[in-house]
């Protein structure tokens, strides 16, 4: 009876994690690149020990139209690269700005990486009788002169990697491969969505929270039962 106390203790842990998962993926329905966590599993190995693992969805989100110049999306498994305070760093959030000292930059100030480092415009970014294009392949040309070509990589392992922000995300250099031109493309004017579908996740929750009253229901009862057997043993 005990065990089966653990056992349900453990399930209700469980699913209070799947539920703040779930509730996170909700929480960045509308936040651009997001890839949404997939709740914990239980996978049995070999030894016929149980692990508890966590996955990440990297399926695309819709791409939106903003017309904004620099405003960029990617199509196939790519990322863009991003320069922080605490290192690279790989997103889908294509919502880019120059800032004032020329850089290519996100919306938190980390400058955007090229082939040849920290994109600058430098002084040409405040021209404002040129305009920037941007190939599918990344080439990053202001009027008729040559930037940079954004550095697109891909992870060879998605799962190995931990996030860093909403829609950023960390892993070893090892794990990163720089993607050939014809492997992606960068689409100018476009945003990528969260992959998050609220139907779905809002399902998810349902179901999560039925199992854990179930659960409550189920510790409640052996405990109750636990109780008695022990009054019982005094008698």
Do not use: C
Request: proline share 1%.
């Amino acid at each position: 009876m005990v065990k089966g106390i653990f056992i349900a203790a453990r399930g209700l842990e469980n699913r209070t994690k799947n539920i703040d998962v779930v509730a996170n993926n909700l929480a960045n329905l509308s936040t651009t690149g997001f890839k949404r966590e997939v709740p914990f599993i239980e996978i049995l190995n070999q030894e016929g020990q149980i692990s508890i693992q966590q996955l990440k969805d990297f399926s695309p989100g819709e791409l939106v139209s903003t017309s904004n110049t620099l405003d960029l999306a990617l199509t196939g498994k790519g990322f863009f690269m991003v320069q922080t305070e605490n290192g690279s760093q790989l997103t889908r959030n294509g919502n880019f700005q120059i800032s004032s000292d020329g850089f290519l930059v996100d919306q938190s100030g980390n400058k955007v990486l090229g082939t040849k480092g920290e994109i600058n415009f430098g002084e040409m970014a405040f021209q404002k009788e040129q305009t920037i294009a941007i190939s599918n392949t990344g080439e990053i040309r202001f009027g008729d002169q040559e930037v940079d070509k954004l550095k697109i990589v891909r992870m060879n392992d998605v799962q190995n990697a931990e996030r860093a922000g909403n829609a950023n995300f960390i892993t070893d250099e090892e794990n990163i491969s720089v993607m050939e031109d014809n492997e992606f493309q960068v689409h100018q004017g476009y945003l990528e969505e969260s992959n998050t579908n609220p139907i779905l996740e809002m399902e998810a929750m349902i179901n999560l929270n039925k199992d854990y009253e179930s659960s409550q229901r189920i510790i409640t009862y052996l405990d109750q039962s636990l109780s008695r057997t022990t009054e019982i043993g005094r008698v």
